[in-house]
């Protein structure tokens, strides 16, 4: 008699252990993809240099940041290629060209993924976020850099004498990611 309850016990916890092996094999996949996206981005992509100076070290829920203002995410507005004015919220790709201090500047602003650039070039992807009639304002994904706990404010005390130089690998499927943070080498200061 007591057989069969038993019976459908035991198939209700074996049910209840698989959903509970594959919402853990689910979240298992779910970090590794996560992990193996970041390292082909590093891996793929090309490594551009882009000048910075912080400010705002602190996210009370994330630890220590640094949030970083590029000096291409402010453009005169005569970088702009498009055919139609300029809107907020539109994707676009910025032509970045190396210096000879060492990091990258911008020197177009495409709606749309140019066809072809120099073999030192680099079309890095961003999203208007504001027009005005001199300039336009973009981001690019790239503004928070998590430092250990504490790193912050001296990351900050540093940038407050010299400019960061951001590295950042551009992957050729449009993404981008942070590989390193440094403070300027005196050759690569502003003039």
Not at 23 to 47: D, E, K, P, T
Not at 100 to 127: I, N
Request: charged share 25%; glycine share 6%.
């Amino acid at each position: 008699m007591k057989l069969v309850p038993t019976l459908f016990l035991s198939e209700a916890a074996d049910k209840r252990r698989r959903w509970v092996a594959l919402a853990v094999a689910a979240q298992v996949l779910f970090i590794l993809l996560v992990a193996g996206a970041g390292s082909a981005i590093s891996s793929y992509g090309r490594a551009v240099v882009l000048r910075t100076s912080p400010v705002d070290p602190r996210d009370l829920l994330y630890g220590d940041y640094v949030t970083l203002n590029y000096d291409i995410s402010q453009l005169p507005r005569p970088l702009w290629r498009g055919s139609e004015a300029p809107r907020r919220h539109r994707p676009v790709y910025v032509e970045l060209r190396p210096t000879p201090a060492g990091y990258y500047e911008a020197v177009a602003v495409y709606p749309a993924e140019p066809a072809s650039l120099p073999a030192d070039h680099v079309a890095l992807r961003g999203w208007i976020v504001n027009v005005w009639r001199q300039g336009l304002q973009l981001r690019y994904g790239l503004e928070r850099y998590y430092v250990p706990e504490g790193e912050g404010r001296k990351l900050e005390r540093r940038a407050g004498r010299q400019p960061l130089l951001v590295h950042v690998s551009v992957a050729p499927w449009d993404q981008s990611r942070i590989t390193r943070v440094e403070t300027t080498p005196k050759q690569a200061e502003r003039p």
